[in-house]
């Protein structure tokens, strides 16, 4: 098994529940798992063999701002769900953060996405 591991990756989205939280953007945080089709040792160290980690956060920060969202859980899932639409993954776990709470560092939720 081989998988892409992304850490960190920050975006920003309007999300939360109440009006006033959705009014502007806030910074998210994603850590992303993602099994490749093909074991490393396949890809002849070829881009197009694997997964493209930059063009997987490019559209991770477009998913993101696209729309305004109650809550993060809506957000990971469709996160999810499109990493394995687009990419050649054959699973995916999505983990997201949110900094709103004061007194955590912290929020998150985490799902994960297996094809077929």
């Known amino acids: 098994m081989s998988e892409i591991l992304i850490s960190g990756l920050r975006v920003r989205a309007n999300i939360g529940v ?25 890809m002849k160290d070829t881009l197009s063999n694997t997964i493209d980690y930059a063009r997987v956060c490019h559209r991770v920060s477009e998913i993101a701002a696209e729309k305004s969202r109650n809550l993060i859980e809506t957000l990971a899932d469709e996160v999810a769900g499109k990493i394995l639409a687009e990419f050649d993954a054959v699973s995916v776990e999505v983990e997201l953060r949110k900094f709103i709470l004061p007194e955590t560092r912290n929020v998150a939720v985490r799902c994960t996405r297996v094809r077929g």
């Open 18 to 42: 109440p009006d006033e939280e959705r009014a502007e953007m806030q910074e998210l945080e994603f850590d992303l798992r993602i099994r490749t089709a093909m074991s490393f040792d396949q």
